[in-house]
């Protein structure tokens, strides 16, 4: 196990260096035979929110697609992590930005009853009560914002049932005709020169291979990208919000009226009881559970800062120190907190949350100068709400996506529509999120598709063709070269980094 400069501590903390060890030595492998078990127009690695939605997109396009996810479960972080929380879908002005695939899931969900999000008319809007119904919930982050009047407004943010989240992906993928593997790890593509010609994974039964004209790299920290010669970008900067694993767990059985009658009425011992269990090594943050009939559940939302995101010495650490904290933590607040006597750990995540990872260079680099232009892309695909950066959100609500941003440089045959896609690590800090993804994967499922279709490179699939089918399917872009209501889009840009 690797030596760690510090040891784990709950929120924030700062990024460590770690001693790798070198390896003992190295092992030729002998000539294999794989067997080639599909043969497909589109494999999709990895069905977290890129996944299934490129996935889903593919197979809609009439591309024979084929998914491939390492779990059991369907949703990457948005169920196995739980991360069940689907912010900034529209502007702090309350104009919706993010629809298509994300949208559907998230209206699939609540028919179900198992979504809960603020009522269209309270989008951008100042309304006390539903505003303090967030403050309370210690989900502020997500769900408010100051306008430009210094008024604070409720954001359109959506949460989601894990559980029903992962039974309704499933649904859509098989629905949508794609083929689905799971418990299937993908280890490599199968390249021809630089470019990919599908993947090998293992499994229970053992190493197959899948054949692919394209294939779309959803595996959040890119795992293709080493073996195709493509360049990555992995620098994160220290102590921000990629360069953090998340442990999340949620305690349920919680008598949280107790406790807010503890709060109100007896404000010296609580803030005595919040103290010791602070002296203890534990925190009494938690946030409330936002879904219906979780009156008695509190998701504890646990950060921890990292810079070595693919390391799996460093996940092992982390998973394990962590798991040891999450149950003495929960110990604390069993023992001092009244309302929690009767608690307990319903879940923790299956999935460890990671933030950073690689990203690729693709054929357009996002940086921070892209945040602050009102101008969208000719091969606009998506078109997201800039909600976290202060007065520079006020000023440039939209930050547009091109559809190059998905297009690795150098390799041909392969898209990525994950968090690894192409940008800096400002760019990363806020637009890697669920629904930021599904974007991606809706947009680079399309790609596929149309290039199959057409039989064209992956560079050459034509951007009107690919807007229009994204539209046909519930995204909301600008029109390109045309001043739409409300903003200043006149003209488009073709500009490469
Ligand atoms: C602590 C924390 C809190 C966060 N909070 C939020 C939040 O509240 N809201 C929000 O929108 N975002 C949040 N995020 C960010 C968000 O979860 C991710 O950026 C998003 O889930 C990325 O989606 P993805 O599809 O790229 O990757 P992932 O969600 O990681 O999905 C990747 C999928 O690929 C599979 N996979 C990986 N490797 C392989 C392989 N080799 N073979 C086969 N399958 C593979 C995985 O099992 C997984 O299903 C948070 C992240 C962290 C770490």
């Not at 209206?107 to 403050?135: C, I, L, N």
């Not at 509190?298 to 999450?326: P, Y």
């Not at 890697?432 to 399309?446: E, K, R, S, T, V």
Request: aromatic content about 8%.
């Amino acid at each position: 196990m690797a030596k760690y400069a510090t040891e784990v501590h709950s929120s924030y903390d700062m990024p460590h260096t770690i001693e790798k060890k070198k390896p003992v030595g190295t092992l030729v492998e002998g000539r294999r035979e794989t067997p080639v078990i599909r043969e497909a127009d589109v494999i999709v690695v990895g069905g977290g929110p890129g996944g299934v939605a490129a996935a889903v997109s593919a197979a809609r396009g009439g591309a024979k697609t084929v998914l491939v996810e390492r779990y059991g479960h369907l949703g990457g972080m948005a169920t196995g992590g739980l991360v069940n929380i689907i912010p900034n879908l529209a502007s702090i002005y309350g104009e919706q930005l993010i629809g298509g695939f994300c949208q559907e899931f998230i209206d699939r969900v609540s028919a179900r009853g198992a979504a809960s999000f603020p009522a269209r008319e309270h989008w951008g809007k100042g309304d006390p009560a539903e505003v303090g119904k967030y403050q309370k919930a210690n989900m502020t982050h997500f769900y408010i914002r100051k306008n430009p009047d210094g008024e604070l407004v409720v954001l359109y943010t959506a949460v989601i049932d894990p559980e029903v989240a992962k039974d309704e992906l499933n649904n859509m993928v098989l629905e949508s005709g794609a083929e689905l593997f799971l418990h299937t790890w993908v280890t490599e593509p199968i390249m021809d020169g630089n470019a990919v010609k599908g993947v090998i994974a293992e499994s229970k039964s053992g190493r197959q291979a899948f054949s692919g004209k394209v294939v779309i790299d959803c595996s959040g920290d890119g795992d293709l990208i080493p073996y195709t010669g493509a360049a990555t970008d992995e620098y994160m900067k220290p102590g921000s919000r990629i360069a953090q694993f998340g442990w999340i767990y949620w305690i349920c059985n919680v008598n949280l009226a107790e406790y807010d009658a503890f709060a109100q009425t007896e404000p010296d011992n609580f803030k005595a009881a919040s103290a010791a269990i602070v002296e203890k090594g534990g925190s009494a943050a938690f946030s409330r559970g936002l879904l219906e009939h979780q009156d008695d559940v509190v998701w504890v939302f646990n950060l921890i800062g990292s810079l070595h995101q693919t390391d799996v010495e460093e996940m092992t650490h982390i998973d394990v120190t962590t798991r040891k904290q999450a149950v003495r933590n929960w110990e604390l607040l069993k023992a001092h907190m009244p309302g929690f006597e009767r608690s307990f750990i319903m879940l923790s995540c299956p999935q460890l949350g990671t933030s950073g990872g690689r990203r690729i260079v693709g054929e357009y680099y996002l940086t921070e100068k892209d945040m602050d232009t009102d101008t969208p892309f000719e091969d606009t695909v998506a078109v997201f709400a800039d909600n976290d950066r202060g007065e520079a959100s006020l000023k440039h609500p939209r930050t547009y996506i091109p559809y190059r941003s998905l297009v690795p440089k150098g390799v041909d045959g392969l898209l990525v529509a994950c968090r690894a896609f192409s940008s800096d690590y400002e760019f990363q800090e806020f637009f890697n999120l669920i629904p930021h993804c599904m974007c991606f994967g809706q947009a680079a499922g399309a790609a596929a598709a149309l290039a199959v279709k057409s039989g064209v490179d992956l560079r050459d699939v034509e951007y009107a063709a690919l807007r229009a089918e994204l539209v046909k399917n519930g995204a909301i872009l600008p029109i390109i070269g045309i001043a739409t209501e409300g903003s200043l889009h006149i003209r488009s840009r073709r500009r490469n980094s």
